[in-house]
């Protein structure tokens, strides 16, 4: 308990450290040393710290100073497994910018960006930590505010502020419903303490699903669920790679936090049918979420909006995995709600790991390609090869294909989807049948898109100079990919590590895995219902390879490989000019979901001459995909702000028209006291 | 009576406190040298500001202190509106050497509007110190009234076509109000006295008098009268439908002045109904003007929010803005729950904080800039940094960001709201903010960031206009979760008086 | 002890301060506003004058006086020094919001509903509140209806001065006056509200060359 | 049933090794019946491993422009495929290998494959691999809900994704008793087309740029990788029928081990193989190519009768 709480100041010095340091160093050429080794350090202790708490008892501690509001700082499993997250992400993250922000080195501001960096990390991790409703809040503001000004980080650019705005009003709009909820709670029990929330004992069911909502809300705004998603790729766009790194992979970790803390700490979900529809709602957001995130993912040409809106989808998963277990435990049937719980709790670990990593790596070919435009870009894995096998990883472990991290994840959520049956309500499990086809198509089309993401950017020609003279990166970003790349891998292939993980964190009625246990699920009839061993899977991948090595070496004995171009069908060595794009590749599926995208195809032709009409110049062809949200949000804009526009017309200038003003307001107040309506 | 006793310091301490300013300004009056009225009003403000503190240390020894057989009284809750005279007087006098002086340079005014401005200055920092002091509350309407009529003549100051047309308007509009304040103040009187028609005693206007008898007041009276003041003193104090001046006048005012006004000229109007509110409370409950609070407060933040998001001049929008706190202050105490209350007396120190930081500042920025226009305004980080610092503190403190002071202060009186069990009021009250938060978010981070638009030299404005700020920006940091004991104490009082208006404690 | 003649006089001195408050509405010109004005405040004085007399309060007589002497007598001569001085050729409330014809049925009405709201509010009366509150009340209203029909700022500052009349009044007649401290600041008041008025009106007329505050609409929000 | 004997992995290796060797022998058969239901002589019907061997001794040429990925494709293709053997039963009601992966890890490890033959064709840098990507991207993405609804249904059926316990269920429930199945049926086998690249969705026979898909992904392999691609093509084929011929009609399996039993077994799930793969090839030569997006309203198809198959469940 003490130790581990010296070990919390530990983490807070450090990074205030890094945040000072990097500001006093400003200008000098190691300041990112002073700014993010500090910010390594203390997520590293972060790790630590969580680790400690997984084995020992919880940290529950006040400090009050004689003021208003008390100090509390709770970290028991749930937090701990987030702050493990947020560790294990920012630890990568920051040793991978110790290299990457030197791209603003000619920048004068640049120490800001250490500052901030260190502020946010720091803020992240005290939002889980406090246990109180305002310091929660004031944190959770700290963290959008760092977070916005990490955004707006390149503020010469007029686009980043407009999307660095928009974020940072959403994200207040989300923090105005928290705060609503948890005064409705506050209302209740009568004290800020999030204690008081735990042990608020009996209250009526209106206000427990009037503040579920608004909790959702706001902290669904927050993890970008649909239709509150719309800063999220504008912001992650914007900001500095290692910045969205840690908003994708960190960030958003904590309004899932909130949420889970809200379902199943603040609330203990029972076989009460009336948290049953709290379940479906969550769930049909997933779903909603997962489709229309991966499907605006696959039209976009923008490396970093596309692995925004991939976070949508990801987070849309994980909400299915949480309504799921809140639904089974609605049922009482434990033992399917731990199952969906442990799924959705794996997919959030892992969306934070190769999420991280992915965004690490766009910020790579930023770096050494200046364009986040996979159009321009191609042939990548020779120039940069490390980064393109660090990107594969992440891409395989992202469209959830064995034997890395996702796979397991999803595995676990498609399992509990098919374990609906055990549900006794037939209605229910229709729904949930058709929110597993939506998730298996969430799946499929997330891996067309992850294909056209890395087979566009990373193979075939250089398509522009940018990409054809790209340089492999610095070591240190290289390292901080290589961190979470291998921790891919390791979730993967050894999974009991995360369930038990997960499994003690949250203490759920499950027996740890041993590491030479099948991963199984037993039906109820006692049957095997599924099971899976990826060690054994590696090893029979392993032993047949290395069969069919031999095979073909004895069949085919000794033969030469030669290098040539590629089949050109005569016309003279072919030009990257005629490769497929990014645009065509997912040309056909834009056609095949049409309604979301309204894709619009023009052609122009240019002739020599208008009155003959067949000698054409050139021909110019269009291909344009709309954003049906976006187009969503400026109408409802439009009308609110007409509806203000009319309210401040009543500032008239005419000093006549002020004084009758207060007549008016004199005699209606006359009037309603007199009537009796007042008072 | 205790007070007898302590008659001798106090006395003193009270008299010096409305003497300093008047002495200051004679002295301004007669040497009319530049540097030397200077000087002068910068002394006598911190001469001010040292009274203030050592009064407000008494006022929590002994809890109420009444001189000069009652035509002096002073409670915790005159001490509130004393402490943000004296501390947001001072700063702009220091703000006004550097402000005025550059106008001064710039040929925009000569000498003798210079000794004009300072003489106003200081009688405008004496009528409104006349306020909370004063015990009989047709002095503090006749007190409130000079106020206005001093700050028109600062308003004055320029002869502007805009000037005059603010001036106008504020001081047309503002007396109307004032006229119905006045009203309500002889009905009160006349209630209280109604049993023995006895002309001519003054205390019968005692406010300690009236919160005696009030119990036996006649209830339709009582509330007939309410009405009136809060329309008027609501006119003074800047609450919506009545705020129609407060724009102009605070936009045209020079804006040392327009810090004054807007941080805690209103709050002196405000003051006014607080006391009534209490004489009220004690005669026929709190529900009747918690209830006319709450209605004229959500209209004046939505009236502000809907005004801030168009606005194009800064200085207008940081008016509304005053418009907006006013309202969420009598909200708050219209929610009428301990912590509410407590969190609307701290906001009303903490917004005369923030917006006489935010109007120093933007003094600072309109006179680099050449113009008030939000549009022509770009990048102010890059053109005068720590000016562009403590402007964006300042900004993101007065929408309710923390960790500044007032996302506490606001914190408290919506957690109040919900407390109260006003659900419908509280969540209105956080949608205008919202829709605040989204309008002046906007124009404020447009201002600051983003590149200039002609280039201009990179340097502040003068240490002199850097100091106030940087002490306000000290004070907002500080106070964003920390309230010292001294003024928790202080206000824990003055909301004990404002819940149960016993003045005996 | 009062006689039924007193109280006649009662009733027709109120007359009298209603007839000369309508002048205010029935006159274009400035100076007539102004003459108006004085008539009104001239009997006013005497009414206060005869209420000390009725309820024999020293101080009312010295209220009384102060009012000739301040708003009788310095204040008409301000405001006429003002309307001499002003450099624009037509001294006359030519538009009004409100027709004149107009206006005269709105005020006749306004003195209804003051009677009407004296009724409503049942003050336990003598005959004086009887007598005074309402006209006071009218005095007060029609003082609001003036500024907000009319287009002169100097007709607008005339009306301010009426409300306060009306004020005076409702304070004499209702409580008997208050303390003579807070009725001199009051005067005080009033005068240096005239006087800065009238400097604004000289600043108005210097730099619109009129005084009609449709020049005075430019700080608005569209 | 589950724990891994010595006995029951020599069996499991041995049946894998039956399918890899049988399954050219299978693409041979079909081939022959398209061509004698066309009224060819058609090649011989142990052509494909004539093939396979005669490719294996030749020299490669690959592109300049490819990368690893393209290199190591092929071998990534066949590892899995084989891998995948493993796992279901052939001719005994388990696999020896049930416990370490069930039917979605199947599904996973012929996803790698695919994703990994869909780069390869954009890696060559030639209009032609992009086009086949395109197409087999389309497909892809389109199939798995479909494959995944039918895994939904077949799972709630005969309990759990595990494929040892789905053939053992299967083998004890008739189809009247779970009349849902039969949807199940319909959607898997139009999936099990789509997979094997057979008519109307592509045209394996053919190097048309406005047809083909899957051989355009392929079109700049040689030699050995070429070789290689074949063979784990035929095994998917061979596997994704043996997967059929257990789920919907396992009658004769072996449900014990005895040598007598698994014996007869092997014969007939051969039989059973081989007459499924004629009937296929009757059916392709019955149909023409079908338009690209016209191809979707028959996964469209196959998606609502597996809907329906859970509809049924239900009620």
């Not at chain 1, 945040?19 to 080794?37: D, E, M, N, W």
């Not at chain 2, 005014?109 to 210079?114: G, N, Q, R, Y």
């Not at chain 2, 006179?367 to 562009?388: A, E, H, N, V």
Request: charged share 10%.
């Amino acid at each position: 308990m003490l130790e581990s709480l010296y070990l919390v100041y530990a983490i807070f010095g450090f990074f205030s450290l890094g945040a000072i340091s990097s500001l006093f160093t400003r200008g000098k050429k190691q300041h990112v040393y002073f700014a993010y080794i500090p910010a390594a350090i203390g997520s590293f202790l972060a790790i630590v710290l969580s680790l400690i708490v997984f084995t020992s008892e919880d940290i529950h501690i006040t400090l009050g100073y004689q003021q208003i509001f008390d100090f509390e700082i709770f970290i028991d499993g749930v937090a701990s497994f987030f702050i493990l997250i947020i560790g294990l992400v920012s630890f990568a993250v920051s040793i991978y910018s110790l290299s990457y922000s030197k791209k603003f080195d000619d920048k004068k501001n640049n120490s800001n960006l250490g500052m901030l960096f260190n502020l946010f990390i720091i803020s992240m991790m005290l939002v889980i930590t406090s246990n109180n409703v305002f310091f929660f809040l004031i944190f959770w503001e700290l963290m959008s505010l760092t977070s916005f000004f990490l955004v707006i980080y390149e503020h010469e650019n007029e686009n980043n502020l407009k999307s660095g705005l928009t974020y940072l009003v959403m994200t207040h709009l989300g923090t105005a419903f928290i705060l609503t909820s948890f005064l409705f709670m506050y209302a209740q029990s009568g004290s800020f303490s999030f204690d008081s929330f735990r042990d608020i004992g009996i209250i009526p069911d209106y206000v427990r699903d009037i503040a579920f909502i608004l909790a959702f809300i706001g902290f669904g705004t927050k993890a970008g669920i649909v239709p509150l998603h719309i800063w999220l790729p504008k912001a992650y766009a914007s900001a500095p790679s290692n910045v969205s790194a840690l908003m994708s992979a960190a960030s958003l970790n904590i309004a899932i936090y909130g949420i889970v803390r809200y379902l199943f700490d603040f609330n203990s979900i029972d076989d009460s049918s009336h948290y049953l529809w709290w379940g479906l709602a969550i769930i049909v957001i997933g779903s909603i979420s997962a489709l229309v995130g991966v499907l605006y993912a696959l039209v976009e040409r923008d490396i970093k909006r596309i692995l925004a809106y991939s976070s949508i989808e990801n987070v849309g998963i994980i909400f299915i995995g949480l309504g799921l277990s809140v639904v089974f435990a609605s049922f009482n049937l434990t033992s399917l709600s731990v199952l969906a719980f442990v799924a959705s709790m794996f997919h959030t670990l892992n969306h934070a790991i190769f999420k991280g990593l992915l965004f690490m790596t766009a910020g790579s070919i930023h770096y050494s390609t200046h364009t986040k435009n996979i159009e321009d870009l191609g042939g990548l894995i020779k120039k940069m090869p490390w980064t393109g096998l660090m990107f594969l990883i992440g891409t395989i472990a992202i469209i959830g294909l064995p034997p890395l991290n996702g796979f397991i994840s999803e595995w676990l959520t498609l399992q509990s989807l098919l374990s609906v049956f055990q549900i006794p309500s037939t209605i229910l499990q229709v729904s949930i049948a058709f929110a597993s086809l939506v998730l298996a198509l969430t799946m499929g089309l997330a891996a067309a898109t992850f294909v056209r993401l890395f087979g566009i950017s990373f193979l075939s020609k250089s398509r522009t100079l940018k990409a054809a003279d790209a340089i492999e990166v610095p070591r240190f970003m290289l390292a901080g990919k290589a961190i979470l790349a291998s921790s891919c891998i390791v979730l993967g292939i050894l999974h009991f590590i995360g369930i038990n993980l997960i499994v003690t964190a949250f203490n759920l009625p499950y027996t740890p895995l041993s590491p030479f246990e099948p991963l199984s699920i037993i039906g109820e009839d006692g049957k095997s219902f599924a099971s899976l061993m990826m060690p054994t899977v590696l090893i029979i991948l392993f032993s047949v390879f290395v069969s069919i090595f031999v095979l073909v070496k004895i069949m085919g004995g000794k033969t030469s490989i030669k290098k040539y171009n590629t089949w050109d069908c005569g016309f003279g060595s072919l030009s990257e000019r005629t490769q497929y794009t990014a645009t065509s590749l997912a040309e056909p599926l834009s056609r095949i979901f049409a309604i979301f995208y309204k894709p619009k195809n023009e052609i122009i032709r240019y002739f020599y001459s208008e009155q003959n009409q067949y000698l054409k110049k050139s021909i110019n062809v269009k291909f344009s995909t709309r954003n049906i949200f976006e187009e969503f949000y400026d109408l409802l804009i439009s009308i609110s702000l007409s509806v203000l526009n009319k309210i401040r017309k009543i500032q008239t200038g005419k000093v006549n028209v002020y004084i009758l003003y207060i007549v008016i307001a004199l005699l209606s107040l006359l009037l309603a006291a007199g009537s009796g309506i007042i008072g | 009576m205790f007070s007898e006793l302590f008659s001798s310091l106090e006395s003193l301490l009270i008299l010096a406190l409305i003497l300093t300013p008047i002495i200051s300004g004679l002295l301004v009056t007669f040497l009319k040298r530049k540097k030397i009225i200077e000087a002068v009003t910068v002394f006598s403000s911190f001469l001010i500001l040292i009274e203030g503190l050592v009064l407000i240390n008494s006022i929590l020894e002994y809890k109420t202190i009444s001189v000069f057989n009652g035509i002096f009284y002073v409670d915790s809750l005159s001490g509130i509106i004393i402490i943000t005279i004296s501390l947001v007087g001072f700063l702009s006098s220091l703000y006004s050497v550097n402000y005025m002086g550059r106008q001064y340079d710039k040929l925009i005014i000569d000498e003798s509007k210079l000794v004009r401005y300072y003489q106003g200055f200081n009688m405008f920092l004496f009528t409104m110190l006349l306020v909370p002091i004063s015990n009989n509350m047709g002095i503090m309407w006749i007190a409130i009234e000079a106020t206005t009529l001093v700050s028109v003549l600062l308003i004055m100051l320029y002869v502007k076509q805009s000037s005059i047309e603010a001036s106008w308007k504020y001081l047309l509009i503002a007396t109307v109000g004032l006229s119905l304040a006045l009203f309500g103040t002889i009905f009160f009187y006349y209630v209280n006295t109604i049993d023995d028609p006895l002309g001519g005693d003054a205390s019968g206007m005692n406010w300690t008098n009236l919160v005696e008898n009030a119990s036996g007041f006649d209830p339709n009276l009582v509330k007939l009268a309410f009405i009136f003041i809060i329309v008027g003193f609501g006119t003074k104090a800047g609450l919506a439908p009545m705020h129609t001046w407060l724009p102009d006048a605070h936009s045209e005012a020079p804006s040392p002045i327009s810090a004054l006004l807007s941080g805690v000229l209103l709050n002196c109007a405000f003051y006014g109904i607080l006391r009534f509110h209490i004489i009220t409370s004690n005669s026929i409950g709190s529900h009747f003007s918690n209830t006319l609070l709450i209605i004229l407060g959500i209209v004046s933040i939505g009236i502000a929010a809907a005004s801030i998001y168009f606005q194009k001049d800064l200085k207008r929008m940081l008016a509304f803005s005053s418009v907006e706190h006013m309202g969420i202050i009598s909200v708050a105490i219209g929610f009428g729950s301990v912590i509410g209350i407590f969190g609307a007396l701290l906001h009303i120190i903490n917004h005369a904080v923030v917006k006489s930081l935010l109007f120093f500042a933007s003094g600072s920025i309109s006179q680099k800039y050449g113009t008030k226009l939000i549009s022509d305004t770009r990048g102010i980080i890059q053109t005068m940094p720590i000016t562009g610092f403590v402007f964006l503190i300042g900004g993101l403190a007065i929408i309710g960001m923390p960790p500044f002071n007032i996302f506490m202060s606001e914190f408290l009186i919506l957690s109040s709201g919900f407390e109260s069990e006003n659900f419908v009021p509280s969540m209105l009250v956080i949608l205008f903010l919202v829709i605040i938060f989204a309008g002046f978010g906007k124009h404020l981070l447009r201002m600051v960031f983003g590149s200039p638009i002609q280039s201009m030299k990179k340097e502040d404005l003068g240490i002199l206009s850097i100091i106030p700020m940087l002490v306000l920006v000290a004070i907002i940091f500080v106070m964003g979760a920390y309230v010292p004991e001294p003024l928790q104490t202080l206000i824990e009082d003055s909301s004990q008086i404002l819940l149960s208006g016993d003045i005996h404690n | 002890m009062i006689l039924p003649t007193e109280i006649n006089v009662l009733d027709i001195s109120a007359a009298i301060l209603l007839v000369a408050t309508f002048g205010l509405i029935v006159r274009r010109g400035f100076s007539n506003w102004v003459h108006a004005y004085r008539y009104q405040t001239i009997v006013l004085a005497g009414i206060v004058a005869l209420i000390a007399l009725i309820t024999d309060i020293w101080e009312l007589y010295i209220v009384s006086a102060l009012t000739f002497g301040i708003k009788a007598i310095v204040i008409p001569k301000i405001l006429f020094y003002v309307t001499k001085k002003l450099d624009s050729p037509i001294k006359l409330e030519t538009n009004p919001y409100i027709s004149m014809k107009l206006s005269v049925i709105v005020s006749a009405l306004l003195v209804a509903m003051s009677y009407f709201i004296f009724l409503q509010l049942n003050i336990e009366s003598n005959e004086i509140i009887q007598v005074f509150l309402p006209v006071s009340f009218s005095l007060f209203f029609i003082g609001l209806f003036v500024i907000i029909s009319r287009r002169k700022a100097l007709n607008q500052m005339v009306g301010l001065l009426t409300i306060e009349n009306g004020l005076f009044l409702f304070a004499v007649s209702l409580t008997h006056g208050f303390s003579l401290i807070i009725e001199i600041g009051l005067m005080a008041d009033i005068l240096l509200g005239v006087i800065i008025s009238s400097i604004l009106l000289f600043r108005m007329s210097k730099t619109f060359d009129s005084i009609d505050i449709k020049n005075l609409e430019s700080l608005r929000d569209d | 049933m589950d724990e891994l004997s010595f006995t029951g992995i020599i069996f499991g290796i041995s049946q894998v090794l039956l399918l890899v060797s049988l399954s050219p022998l299978i693409v041979g058969i079909m081939r022959k019946t398209k061509a004698k239901s066309q009224k060819r002589i058609g090649s011989p019907i142990i052509q494909p491993y004539f093939d396979i061997i005669k490719l294996l001794r030749k020299d490669e040429v690959i592109s300049e422009q490819s990368s690893w990925i393209f290199r190591c494709t092929p071998w990534i293709n066949f590892v899995t495929a084989v891998s995948v053997a493993f796992f279901i039963p052939v001719s005994l009601i388990y696999s020896p290998f049930g416990v370490v992966g069930d039917i979605l890890l199947v599904v996973g490890l012929f996803g790698l494959g695919k994703f990994f033959t869909i780069l390869a064709g954009l890696d060559v840098a030639s209009s032609f691999g992009g086009l086949g990507s395109s197409r087999e991207i389309m497909f892809s993405a389109l199939v798995e809900p479909a494959l995944f609804i039918t895994i939904f249904v077949i799972a709630i059926f005969y309990g759990g994704t595990n494929i040892s316990t789905i053939v053992s269920s299967a083998n004890e429930i008739s189809f009247l008793a779970a009349p849902g199945v039969l949807f199940a049926l319909i959607a898997f086998f139009i999936i099990l087309m789509a997979e094997t690249g057979k008519l109307p969705f592509d045209n394996q026979s053919t190097h048309l740029e406005l047809t083909m898909i899957h051989e355009a992904t392929i079109l700049e392999y040689s030699g050995k990788s070429l070789a290689l691609i074949e063979w784990s093509q035929a095994i998917k084929q061979i596997i994704l029928l043996t997967l059929f011929v257990n789920i919907f009609i396992p009658w004769g399996i072996a449900d014990s081990f005895s040598w007598s039993q698994i014996g007869f077994g092997v014969l007939l799930v051969i039989v059973k193989i081989i007459s499924l793969g004629i009937l296929i090839a009757f059916i392709e030569i019955r149909i023409a190519k079908w338009r690209l997006f016209r191809v979707v309203d028959l996964i469209a198809i196959s998606i609502a009768s597996s809907m329906i198959g859970v509809i049924f469940f239900f009620i």
